[in-house]
């Protein structure tokens, strides 16, 4: 084997070292990054229990913020994650207080069940959270009397994330690894990469691991290099 070859394995070998290594990101409310983008939807959260209706719809894309803002209404509130199928308690779950049903447009439901969870949430005072990266209008629902449950539900949008949130999400990203860049690599790494929170995540962690791996800082070569890894769809080709 030729020493080329044994220098390549040699990187590569190191460069999978760290990834036994966990961040926890920092996922509080105070931690919570505001933009235009998510500010219809951080307001209804903080609002609570004051909603306008008791069963509010999170929309937006991948990577868009919903899990962590459903993540802080959860820790708040104490509620409890449901998946209304039938012959699940579902609905006496949410008889008894506050429930969340993520990824509803990925997960599918039950239409009858959906149904009684919203009556019985109604019925006893309580809330139900939802998130989706569909808004209602688009789920396959059969039944009409849970078409118009929904739409007496109050849904909120959250758009794709600007430069500016893409910005300040990986500074934090990198803080949580008490790490710090300049701000003109930020600026190159936004300018680049897909426009969602979910790129973001993998592009500081396959940096963190990497320069961690080779034993280097993180640099603008090194993001342009991770950058076309993971391509324009920011996942791995």
Known sequence: MTDAKNADLRRKAAEQLPLAFTHDPANGRDDLLVADPLSAAVRIIDSWPHWPSPVVILAGPVGSGKSHLASIWTERCGAVHIHPVAGSDAAVAAANGPVIFEDVDRLG???????????????NGTSLLMTSRLWPMSWPVTLPDLRSRLKAATVVEIGEPDEELLSQVIVKLFADRQLYIDDKLVLYIVNRMERSLNAAQLI??????????????????????????????????
């Open 109 to 123: 439901f039950d239409d009858t069940e959906l149904f009684h969870v919203i009556n019985s949430v109604r019925e």
């Open 204 to 237: 500081v962690d396959r940096l963190d691991r990497l320069a961690l791996g080779r034993g280097t800082r993180i640099t603008r070569l090194l993001a342009a290099e991770v950058l076309n890894e993971l391509g324009s769809s920011g996942q791995p080709d």
